[in-house]
T-cell receptor, first 116, second 112 residues
């Protein structure tokens, strides 16, 4: 079974630009979560999607948005990039169940964004 | 803000020794998990313990959970060089099981 795939793995942007990151979850997983990891703030929850619906959102400005498609693939977008957006963006999928909740997260290798 | 705080922030031990990391959290949880991250890579799930469990084992890993103290510990026995990594606890709030929050992490270094 293929793991979680994130693309691109590395990218460099300049301030003011926008970026779209993609995540393909493990087959059969309908829950996809996104996290931002920086040395200063650690792992911060961005949002979680399930069956194309955003169920939860972290404390990030509206420049951060996401969506999920009918095949469970997900994208996140950051508009008007700032220097502080430089981070490792991690996507994780999960076989969500009502009994266990989100349960175990399966992470991709991340997309490392550098904003100059 | 982060739900969990790990202690210590960094730990350096000799290969073969045991490593203990602690996690404290703030609110009631549905379950607690531990993850490992090698430098700059994705996180790998280690173990999940439910709020009604007190102890769980998986190979060289032992996790305890004390819901009255809102704390958990991860013990790695007979450490190996390959255990060098950052370790994170993660909790999902019982009021919203679709949101998993990670702690600040413990950086573990194993000296040969």
């Amino acid at each position: 079974k293929a793991g979680v795939t994130q693309t691109p793995r590395y990218l460099i942007k300049t301030r003011g630009q926008q970026v779209t990151l993609s995540c393909s979850p493990i087959s059969g997983h309908r829950s996809v979560s996104w996290y931002q990891q920086t040395p200063g703030q650690g792992l911060q929850f961005l949002f979680e999607y399930f069956s194309e619906t955003q169920r939860n959102k972290g404390n990030f400005p509206g420049r951060f948005s996401g969506r999920q498609f009918s095949n469970s693939r997900s994208e996140m977008n950051v508009s008007t990039l700032e220097l502080g957006d430089s981070a490792l963006y991690l996507c994780a999928s999960s076989p969500y169940s009502k009994d266990l909740g989100t349960g175990e997260l399966f992470f991709g290798e991340g997309s490392r964004l550098t904003v100059l | 803000s982060q739900q969990g705080e790990e202690d210590p922030q960094a730990l350096s031990i000799q290969e073969g020794e045991n490593a203990t990391m602690n996690c404290s959290y703030k609110t009631s949880i549905n379950n607690l998990q531990w993850y490992r991250q090698n430098s700059g890579r994705g996180l790998v799930h280690l173990i999940l313990i439910r709020s009604n469990e007190r102890e769980k084992h998986s190979g060289r890993l032992r996790v305890t959970l004390d819901t009255s103290k809102k704390s958990s510990s991860l013990l790695i026995t007979a450490s190996r060089a390959a255990d060098t990594a950052s370790y994170f606890c993660a909790t999902d709030l019982d009021s919203s099981a679709s949101k998993i929050i990670f702690g600040s992490g413990t950086r573990l270094s194993i000296r040969p």
